[in-house]
T-cell receptor
Framework: DSGVTQTPKHLITATGQRVTLRCSPR?????VYWYQQSLDQGLQFLIQ???????AKGNILERFSAQQFPDLHSELNLSSLELGDSALYFC?????????????FGPGTRLTVL | GQSLEQPSEVTAVEGAIVQINCTYQTSGFYGLSWYQQHDGGAPTFLSY????GLEETGRFSSFLSRSDSYGYLLLQELQMKDSASYFC??????????????FGRGTQLTVWP
């Protein structure tokens, strides 16, 4: 158990809908990262928040948005869902100042868009 | 663009040694990490190299050559439970406030009895 929690574990929805994925980082970790893992694209970085502020953006679609709240939990919002958005979505957190900057991954949310 | 190349599959028998290579081309480089992922599970951290040379952690070792943009993960005394996907990942920026990782596509290791 990495200490990172994600809810829900599974999500099944229809095209055009909107969903929210939630992540709670390890206690004390200030950085939260979101990754998308699909069969044909591997693990793709979406976005990073550090202590409530957006720090880096990757291949995140405009239909997707995220935020980190004062208690450091984060939410990833996916809207106007398409079939191709079906994937595993991982949240990870890291400890500020650690020499290895190890990222601790949550169990993921498996999103299925029908 | 960013590119990390690693073999898609490797097979070996229990007790053997296997090496998974990773070559990278990224716009920045601060360190190379390795993660293990069992089917449908969360990636878990295995090792990290920021400097050239070998890092050993139990049955796993990782090597980095910055001049060759190359690293490898060495798994010794293979066990069935080592069957998983292994990802190399580049950290392009220094510091954890900008800590994104670029991941390779992963190497599926199958260990046979």
């Amino acid at each position: 158990d990495s200490g990172v929690t994600q809810t829900p574990k599974h999500l099944i929805t229809a095209t055009g809908q909107r969903v929210t994925l939630r992540c709670s980082p390890r206690s004390g970790d200030l950085s939260v990262y979101w990754y998308q893992q699909s069969l044909d694209q591997g693990l793709q970085f979406l976005i990073q928040y550090y202590n409530g502020e957006e720090r880096a953006k990757g291949n995140i679609l405009e239909r997707f948005s995220a935020q980190q709240f004062p208690d450091l939990h984060s939410e990833l919002n996916l809207s106007s869902l398409e079939l191709g958005d079906s994937a595993l979505y991982f949240c990870a957190s890291s400890e500020a100042g650690a020499s290895t900057d190890t990222q601790y991954f949550g169990p993921g949310t498996r999103l299925t868009v029908l | 663009g960013q590119s990390l190349e690693q073999p898609s599959e490797v097979t070996a028998v229990e007790g053997a040694i296997v090496q998974i290579n990773c070559t990278y081309q990224t716009s920045g480089f601060y360190g190379l990490s390795w993660y293990q992922q069992h089917d449908g599970g969360a990636p878990t951290f295995l090792s990290y190299n920021a400097l050239d040379g070998l890092e050993e952690t139990g049955r796993f070792s990782s090597f980095l050559s910055r001049s060759d943009s190359y690293g490898y993960l060495l798994l010794q005394e293979l066990q069935m439970k080592d069957s998983a996907s292994y990802f190399c990942a580049v950290k392009p920026h220094r510091g954890s406030t900008l800590g994104r990782l670029y991941f390779g596509r992963g190497t599926q290791l199958t260990v046979w009895p």
